[in-house]
């Protein structure tokens, strides 16, 4: 969309959510609020977005870095007066102002660009995006004259009984001609129960100067939903789950249980893959198609390709390809590569470490900053042992080697092709391709010794 800016409004204390944390930080479904809404803006094209900031304005500027520009509210005197906190950035530009609030995450990319298209087509001076409430308390009653035309919004504090008795609120979302919202903005006075500047005092000043305003109502009022408290982060949290989890179900993704599965929003999921209750898929998690994904499997921004199957485990930052299988309770953590029909099993753990092509890790073993080749077997409790105590080492078992029980394979060492290493034996040195290692004590047999020691144990009591 072009000449199109946007304010954000984020300078509020957030008193009511009683956290360290600024309101607008807080997530829903692994996102920060504030981050549902840039991220809109971004790819709706926005020119130049301005964030105002005041209470703990540091941590918003810190999350946000170069994404946006900020604006300063160093003292809460009304979101009118939030919004002159942009002028400096804004005054003069011809185009497009969309002004919302930080704290509104469940407002949809497809909602924001019908308000701004209808306001450009109107050619109206300001548009307001309203919803239709069951229970309006606590929002600004949109008042509409008799042609059904925008006359003014009240604020609930200020309205009487029959403003009170309109279903249909303000969204704190609004569109200005930039050039005219600047001008009115001037206009703007505190004469009301909050002694405060009011933004929607705009939508009189534009009209009493003989401009028209429109209204776009959202068909969904759900998104119209604020974060206050941790209550309301709760239902937010709900209604944007559900949301996610319907889309990906009208992809050709089965939900075993949608009340149990957590997706985050930018997470992509394959047609045919089965998600189990108890999932949790976070980041920028991406899955293949005909995959089999828990039940409780905790999956962060990993790549799977198709075909793969996942069951009680955890995995980070890692990449599988087609066909692999993880688990039960397998912790698969960053740089972990499995290729194509790979296994990590029960109890067993990789990091740093690419496993070949069919190559296993059945279980109780750990496998850390290795390059494993292709049909490698690790048998029960073996280990790369990967760290000295001041550096970490590399561990390289070559095709089709035989890794046996309880092997400690000491980095750095080279275990070479199609080599067979002894159980419970300890490698430090390099083994040569098609050998044999055994690295382990003789075994001793002392007759009658332990008969020996249970007298003696004996004698002592």
Not at 85 to 106: C, F, M, S, W, Y
Not at 415 to 429: E, N, P, Q, R, Y
Request: hydrophobic share 35%; aromatic share 4%.
């Amino acid at each position: 969309m072009d000449n199109l800016f946007a304010v954000v409004l984020a300078a509020g204390k957030g008193t009511r959510m009683k956290s360290t944390r600024h309101k607008v930080l807080h997530p829903v479904c692994g996102k920060p609020m504030i981050d549902h809404m840039t991220d809109h803006l971004k790819k709706m094209g926005v020119s130049e977005t301005v964030v105002i900031v005041g209470h703990d304005a540091e941590s918003i500027q810190e999350h946000l870095g170069e994404k946006v520009r900020f604006a300063l509210q160093e003292e809460q005197l009304g979101t009118a007066h939030a919004v002159m906190q942009a002028r400096n950035v804004l005054e003069g530009k011809d185009g497009v102002t969309l002004i919302l609030n930080g704290d509104h995450p469940l407002f949809t990319q497809a909602t924001l660009e019908q308000v701004v298209t209808q306001h450009q087509e109107s050619g109206v001076a300001a548009t307001i995006l309203t919803a239709v409430l069951p229970d309006p308390t606590g929002y600004g009653r949109v008042i509409r004259q008799a042609d059904g035309s925008v006359d003014r919004v009240v604020e609930h504090k200020d309205a009487n009984d029959e403003e009170r008795r309109v279903s249909e609120v303000s969204t704190g979302t609004f569109c200005f001609d930039n050039q005219l919202l600047w001008c009115a903005l001037e206009k703007v006075g505190n004469d009301n129960a909050q002694g405060e500047y009011y933004l929607p005092d705009l939508i009189s000043i534009l009209i009493n100067d003989g401009k028209k305003v429109g209204a776009v109502t959202i068909t969904d009022p759900e998104e119209a939903q604020g974060v206050n408290d941790r209550v309301q982060l709760a239902q937010v949290e709900k209604i944007m789950r559900q949301r996610i989890m319907e889309q990906h179900m009208r992809n050709g993704v089965t939900m075993i249980d949608p009340d149990h599965t957590y997706i985050d929003p930018d997470v992509i999921i394959g047609s045919d893959t089965v998600i189990h209750p108890g999932t949790y898929l976070r980041g920028s998690t991406c899955i293949g198609s005909g995959c089999n994904v828990g039940p409780q499997a905790d999956l962060t921004n990993v790549t799977i390709a198709d075909g793969t199957t996942i069951s009680y485990s955890v995995l980070n930052q890692a990449n599988l390809e087609n066909d692999v299988v993880v688990g039960p309770f397998s912790y698969v953590r960053p740089g972990s590569h499995l290729e194509e029909s790979s296994k990590v099993g029960a109890f067993a753990e990789t990091k740093n470490a690419r496993l070949g092509q069919g190559s296993k890790i059945p279980h109780l073993s750990y496998v850390g900053d290795a390059d494993v080749g292709k049909q490698v077997n690790f048998s029960c409790g073996s280990i790369t042992v990967n760290y000295d105590g001041l550096k970490k080492h590399r561990t390289v078992v070559e095709d089709e080697a035989f890794i046996g029980c309880n092997v400690n394979l000491v980095a750095p060492v080279t275990v070479g092709k199609g080599a067979f290493v002894a159980a419970g034996s300890t490698v430090t040195k390099n083994v040569p391709a098609d050998s044999l290692a055994v690295a382990r004590e003789r075994q001793t047999n002392k007759e009658n010794y332990a008969r020996k020691l249970k007298q003696k144990r004996e004698g002592l009591e």
